[in-house]
């Protein structure tokens, strides 16, 4: 993940709860059933789960709720700060989806929320590839985050997002390196995946990818 992303990061740590919980009015409906969302990638992590991208520890808080076993990984500074405020005790690392320090253990899951379009689609590739690798024999991806079902989808949000002069919503969706999920699909089939996407919101997709036998 690029410096450009972990400024950006630490400089939106201090408001980024308020805005998950819908007070920015151009990324409400991005944030529509956060909490939801969250729960549904907690419920279907299991054994030892890798997070990437903990933020401020929201996801995270919610796996530790269930008993279950996390390591994180965050590159921004000020996130890891709240996060370990959060949740003192966390096992949580600097490091990103690429670039992160790895456990002697074979993880069962690994999940992120709102994270993985920081990636380039070559860079996405990579971090599915390197994670089949190192998962368990029946290990899964489980992850949440802006997805669009084609181009087309992609360009009609931009376009929407326009109309409501929602500029830096707009802005970001044409900078950002959101993807499509046939782009998805094919990365996590050609290394050795099973995979299904589920509609959360307008923007959000439960992606759940599982290490074929």
Do not use: C
């Not at 299991?46 to 965050?74: A, H, S």
């Not at 890891?80 to 074979?106: H, N, W």
């Not at 360009?155 to 900078?175: C, F, H, P, S």
């Amino acid at each position: 993940m690029s410096s450009e992303f972990t400024k950006l990061f630490d400089d939106w740590s201090k408001t980024y709860d308020d805005t998950v919980a819908g007070t920015d009015p151009e990324y409400r409906e991005v944030f529509v059933h956060y909490e939801e969302i969250l729960q549904s990638v907690a419920d279907k992590a299991k054994g030892l789960i890798l997070e990437f991208g903990v933020g401020t520890g929201n996801l995270t808080e919610q796996i530790l709720r269930q008993g279950k076993e996390v390591i994180g990984y965050e590159p921004s500074g000020e996130m890891r700060k709240i996060a370990v405020q959060k949740l003192p005790g966390l096992t949580l690392f600097q490091g990103d989806f690429i670039d992160f320090p790895v456990s002697g253990r074979s993880p069962d899951t690994i999940v992120s929320t709102y994270a993985f379009h920081h990636l380039t689609d070559e860079d996405k590739r990579t971090a599915i590839s390197r994670y089949h690798e190192m998962l368990s024999g029946q290990g899964k991806i489980v992850f949440a985050d802006t997805v669009f079902a084609n181009e087309e989808a992609k360009e009609k949000m931009i376009q929407d997002a326009l109309d409501k002069n929602y500029t830096r919503l707009a802005q970001d969706l044409k900078t950002e390196y959101y993807t499509t999920i046939p782009v998805l699909t094919g990365f996590f089939e050609e290394v050795g995946f099973d995979v299904e996407f589920t509609r959360k919101n307008d923007f959000v997709w439960l992606i759940e990818a599982v290490k074929k036998s």
